[in-house]
């Protein structure tokens, strides 16, 4: 058996900071959206569509862009349509596949809510860091990601490496 490599005090206090920094941007977020009727979910999904060729995307396509388990993606979608956001309709080229399409209205509650979103995020955290920084935490993230990528995706299902060598 290993012996447990404990943090230290300085990792300690990073990683404390670290954690209560994404909870609390988080937190932050939710109440931005919440103030325009959006949840993090529904923005989370509305961004990819609005961002896509004819403002939809397949089921499938759209649920790994998010990072999303199918039953999670579903329940969402669902709640989506059912106000008005996008809707679903079966794929024309493949009978087992669903197509999402963005609808007027949530390309409104999305062109609402992103000022504010990206507001919020400028303030609280991109005008926080300098440019250096912001080089050093992205390159930190990509590094971080691609390991997680690499302990828990099986092969050649590593979305966060494939991503990062297209950005880097």
Known sequence: MTETRWLSDSEQRMWRAYVDMCRYLLQALDRQFAATGLSSADYELLVPLSEAPGQRLRARDLGRSVH???????????????????????????????????????????????PGHVETVRRLFVDQLTPEEI???????????????????APGKSVYVATIDQEA
């Open 135 to 153: 080089d050093a935490l992205t390159t930190i993230s990509y590094r971080v990601l691609s390991r997680i990528a690499k302990e828990s995706l």
């Open 68 to 114: 999303w388990d199918r039953s999670r993606l579903s329940h969402q979608l669902r709640r989506m349509e059912q106000r008005g956001l996008l809707k679903r309709q079966d794929c024309p080229d493949d009978a087992r596949g669903v197509t999402v399409h963005l609808t007027p209205e949530g390309r409104a509650a999305i062109e609402a809510a992103a």
